[in-house]
């Protein structure tokens, strides 16, 4: 089973940036697609941006146009660049592969990003 690090969150005030990783422990990024979620207290995870096999990407919305997910096969890695974050961005991030409405892999921690106003 593959497992999923995320990593690189923190505390940060608004306008700022973070970059956060998603480790796999397997060489599947590249063969398959995958996205960043979010999650808060109280809500689903929802996603936030995805990257295909073909790397096309897709946004949500809420974060177009300020974060950009990009993949580093040969270091099993995908990433989130974070750019002019909201205090709306707070939340618990975590990735993973999307597959007919669900997820390959078992969910990791997550990474904790808290934006202040």
């Known amino acids: 089973q593959v497992q999923l690090v995320e990593s690189g969150g923190g505390l940060v005030q608004a306008g700022e940036s973070l970059r956060l990783s998603c480790k796999a422990s397997?060489?599947?990024?590249?063969?398959?697609?995958f996205a960043w979620y979010r999650q808060t207290p109280g809500n689903t995870r929802e996603q936030v941006a995805v990257i295909r096999v073909d790397g096309t990407t897709n946004y949500d919305d809420s974060v177009k146009g300020r974060f950009t997910i990009s993949r580093d096969s040969a270091r099993n890695t995908v990433y989130l660049q974070m750019n002019s974050l909201r205090p709306e961005d707070t939340a618990i991030y975590y990735c993973?592969?999307?597959?007919?409405?669900?997820?390959?892999?078992?969910w990791g921690q997550g990474t904790q990003v808290t934006v202040s106003s």
């Open positions: 397997a060489n599947v990024v590249g063969l398959v697609s």
């Open positions: 993973n592969s999307p597959r007919s409405g669900t997820n390959r892999y078992e």
